[in-house]
């Protein structure tokens, strides 16, 4: 499958299509953003930035660059992947990662793609640090600073929307598939990393209740797929890199941390749920 960058991109302040101009993306209004040396393009104004400097730190992006790349999510990466290429368009589609990190399910769905199809790719990520390290690791996608809360997208433009452990915004996801669209939402099951979470809390919080209806704009009937398997941590700096890219580093009280610091080998459950959602046709 040949890969290309995804070009139907949005100007975040009016929604108006950006067209490519040299070094930077301008729409008819002139709002002008510039490509950086790596490739990618900024399209957060501050306007719609909670802090100076949203999302994953740098650290964060190294340590989830470092454990992913050691390949303890793989089995999750191939799902996703077949997945994604499941009745794929054979005239050529686009896929979006909202919330796509150092980029490494959209590099696993590039090696996993082998026919004559292409594939446009964009991966957006409110995090400066998370897109430049995707940038710099393969610069064939489009890579995006931006947010889901208001995806710089044109409507109804896309194939595939992929959110992976993140933050789901059905109404801008519905609004950028195209009709028959699929949304492939992966999140934490019951069990997730279970034995490092009863090492750093006092207590396990029990599962919240799921709505079981589709959200507003996708279809009712949806597939889900629920991935289990055991995986084992040898090493303090790796253990240290899966605590540093979770939340639970933050969530996690100072003695938590500390307990979690100690170990050497660390035994886990990978307990997580893929779900498809189509796009509701136009009516």
């Known amino acids: ?34 490509i950086a040396s790596q ?28 454990f992913l790349n050691a390949g303890h999510y793989q089995p999750i990466a191939e799902a996703v992947s077949r997945a994604v290429l499941a009745e794929l368009p054979a005239s050529g589609a686009s896929c979006l990662d909202a919330g796509c990190g150092e980029g490494y399910y959209l590099r696993q769905l590039a090696a996993a793609a082998d026919d004559d199809r292409s594939l446009s790719i964009l991966g957006l990520d ?9 940038a710099k690791q393969d610069p064939r996608p489009r890579w995006v600073v931006g947010s889901n809360a208001k995806l710089p ?11 992976l452990f ?3 915004v059905y109404a ?19 069990d997730h990393l279970r034995e490092l979470r009863e090492i ?34 040898s090493g303090d700096a790796l ?13 996690a009280s100072a003695e938590g941390r500390a307990k979690a610091a100690a170990l050497t080998t660390l035994d886990l459950t990978v307990d997580v749920r893929l779900t498809v959602l189509e796009r509701s046709p136009e009516r």
């Open 1 to 34: 499958m040949r890969i290309t960058a995804f070009d139907a991109l949005a100007c975040p302040l009016d929604g108006a299509p950006l067209l490519r101009d040299g070094a930077a993306w301008r729409c008819e209004a002139g709002h002008s953003f510039d």
């Open 172 to 190: 801008e996801f519905a609004r950028v598939l195209k009709p028959g669209g699929q949304l492939l939402q992966v999140d934490a099951g019951p």
């Open 39 to 66: 490739g990618y393009v900024h399209l957060l104004p501050v306007q719609q930035k909670r802090s100076r400097d949203p999302g994953d730190s740098k650290a964060m992006v190294a340590a989830r660059q470092r």
């Open 200 to 233: 750093i809390y006092p207590a396990i919080k029990p599962e919240r209740a799921t709505d079981p209806q589709a959200p507003a704009g996708f279809a009712a009937l949806s597939t889900t797929e629920t991935l289990r398997y055991p995986l084992t941590i």
């Open 239 to 251: 253990i240290a890199d899966l605590l540093v890219m979770t939340p639970h580093f933050y969530r």
């Open 126 to 134: 409110i995090s400066k640090w998370a897109t430049l390290s995707a």
């Open 153 to 163: 997208v044109l409507p109804a433009t896309l194939d595939r929307v992929l959110c």
């Open 166 to 168: 993140g933050f789901p």
